[in-house]
């Protein structure tokens, strides 16, 4: 488990199956009263819509407005979204793109195959993957949570690549031997395992 960390979470989603784990751990992080920098691929932008009904648009603050709509639409207790801020894919400008920026950690949640394979090759063709170099090379907490299945061998090669780099794969493969009863708490399940590999630790159950 990595200590807590009191500096800022990169998270970025991207265009895996399994939009509800990013919207439920972005929700989770800012009740936690954590400053989050949200960076959304192009493809995670399609899956959101057809899995969430979500339409992300724009960048910046209209983006961050369509997220709080969202809240207030399906959480009993909506975060408080001052603490998240919105970067696009070519701001090369934003904090998390040099490692001469203060220490973070980084969640790419879902994390696709194609952004896998990126990272692993050290592209940085965007801000994502950009982040994503910048964190290993500073040695940087940065957690992918793949949503796939079957592996190929290609991308089991990228993932023991990354994981040899100290990279934590974290499968979004939930367990039952909680018994559950409904789909938020097979998500919860992978949330909380993300939040207790960042060191942080939430009074929801």
């Not at 990013?22 to 800012?30: A, M």
């Not at 090369?92 to 793109?97: E, V």
């Not at 920026?101 to 990126?118: D, F, I, L, N, Y």
């Not at 780099?165 to 949330?191: C, E, K, M, N, W």
Request: aromatic fraction near 6%; charged fraction near 20%; proline fraction near 6%.
């Amino acid at each position: 488990m990595i200590n807590a960390t009191p500096f800022p979470i990169t998270l970025a989603l991207t265009g895996a199956s399994g939009s509800r784990y990013g919207l439920r751990l972005l929700e989770r992080l800012l009740q936690a009263e954590r400053r989050v920098d949200l960076l959304v691929s192009d493809a995670s932008r399609v899956v959101m819509r057809q899995e969430c009904d979500v339409a992300l648009l724009g960048d910046g603050d209209e983006l961050i407005k369509t997220l709080d709509q969202y809240y207030r639409s399906n959480s009993a207790t909506p975060p408080d979204l001052t603490g998240l801020r919105h970067y696009g894919l070519n701001d090369w400008n934003a904090p998390m793109a040099t490692g001469s920026s203060e220490v973070r950690a980084m969640v790419v949640c879902p994390c696709s195959m194609g952004s896998v394979a990126a990272i692993a090759r050290g592209a940085s063709d965007n801000l994502i993957e950009r982040a994503a170099d910048v964190a290993i090379k500073e040695g940087w907490p940065l957690l992918l949570v793949p949503r796939e299945t079957p592996f190929s061998v290609i991308h089991l090669d990228n993932m023991l690549r990354l994981a040899q780099a100290g990279v934590v794969i974290l499968p979004a493969s939930p367990g039952f031997y909680h018994r559950p009863t409904s789909l938020d708490q097979l998500v919860d399940f992978i949330v909380d395992r993300i939040l207790a590999r960042l060191g942080i630790f939430s009074a929801d159950p």
